[in-house]
Each structure stands twice: as C-alpha cells, then as structure tokens.
C-alpha cells in the first residue's frame, strides 16, 4: 500500500456518527464540507460509505431494502460531513412513507447550504430506473453538483459494464452543468474506493 493510500485511509478512520434525523430542521449546522450519498433502497450505500471509512459498522447495512428511512451524519476527522440519505423506489412500504422519504432526499439536498457533492449509486446490474433519472432532474434544478457511482460491478461482466458506463455517459449529456464523473465500484472486491476517498477528501479544503 503506498503512502497516499495509507495517508488516505487514516484521514477516514477518524469517524463519529452523530445521528440520524428525520427532518432537515433536526441536522446539526456544524459548517463543514459535506457530500451525501443517495440512490435506490439495496444500492449498497451504506457498503460504500463503510469501505471509505475503513469500517464495517459506521453506516448500518441489511440485506433487506428500505431499512435506511433518515439522515444519518458522519463527521470525518473533524473536516467534513458524510452523509447516509433514506433509499427510495423501495415498493414494500406504503405509499405515504415513499413519499415523505422523497420529501426528506429533496428537502435536505435543495436546503443543505454546506452540501458540496452529492454521489447517486446506480446498481451496475439494474441500471438506471425512472426514480434514478427523477433524482438527477431535482438536483439539476437545486443546481448542485453530483457524481455517479456504478456499485457491485464485481457481479458483472467487463463489457456489461462498459456498456452501462456508455450508456450513462450519453445521458449524462442532459445534465451538463451538474454532474461531475463516473466511479465504478465494488464495496466486497474495494475496487474504485481510492478514487472516491480521494475526490471526497478534496472537499475538505473547501473553505
């Protein structure tokens, strides 16, 4: 492991949950730099913050979608804020709580003045869904900044995920203003977790 890797992973081992929210109002206003991770109920968010930080425990997984129904806050090293939001398009809860779990993703993510970047996590094996494409619409429109991140593309195969990288790439054209890159990922192989660590870790500089 080279030293900026090491470097890296020590910067993120310094963590503390701080809570889980169920209304932007209840968020701790701390300052920091923050960037937030959303995407469909089982997308593996939670995987994906837990491989950045080193941990196995900071964000709760479960292999049952829908579990994740707030704002869970991270403090990193003292230098900026990670953030866990709800999973959403989750058909097995009721129609009402679908749509407070929208209210609170668009809430927070129009109203977080702190939010420097927002990662939405598309499922290399499914691929984008309408409920995908309505996220990247209210962000565009919040004219905040985003990137994708293709998760579990250790299930697939290289030209599959090539294909699904082509195929977000031409539609990445209608949201030329915000969205900022692809990372392709496996939380269970730690492929392309460096690159994320590095592009979050650069908005701690943010002043």
Do not use: H
């Not at 492991?1 to 963590?15: A, T, V």
């Not at 990247?136 to 699904?164: G, P, V």
């Amino acid at each position: 492991m080279s030293d900026g890797n090491r470097s890296l992973n020590l910067f993120f081992s310094k963590n503390n949950f701080l809570g889980s929210f169920n209304s932007i109002d209840q968020v701790p206003e701390n300052q920091l730099p923050e960037c937030c991770f959303v995407g469909r109920s089982n997308v593996g968010k939670s995987s994906i913050i837990n491989a950045i930080t080193k941990s196995k425990k900071l964000a709760k997984t479960s292999k049952t979608p829908g579990r994740t129904q707030s704002i869970n806050l991270f403090k990193i090293n003292e230098k900026l804020n990670i953030v866990d939001l709800p999973g959403y398009g989750y058909a097995k809860i009721s129609k009402v709580k679908r749509d407070d779990l929208a209210n609170l993703i668009e809430s927070y993510i129009i109203n977080r003045k702190n939010l420097q970047q927002i990662f939405v996590l598309i499922d290399c094996k499914v691929g984008i869904k309408d409920t995908d494409i309505d996220i990247f619409d209210m962000i565009s429109e919040s004219n905040k900044q985003f990137s994708i991140i293709l998760t579990k593309i250790d299930k697939c195969a290289i030209s599959f995920i090539k294909s699904q990288n082509e195929s977000l790439i031409s539609l990445m054209k209608n949201y030329q203003s915000s969205f900022k890159k692809i990372f392709s990922t496996s939380s269970n192989k730690n492929i392309g977790i460096i690159d994320i660590q590095k592009n979050v870790f650069n908005l701690s500089k943010i002043k």
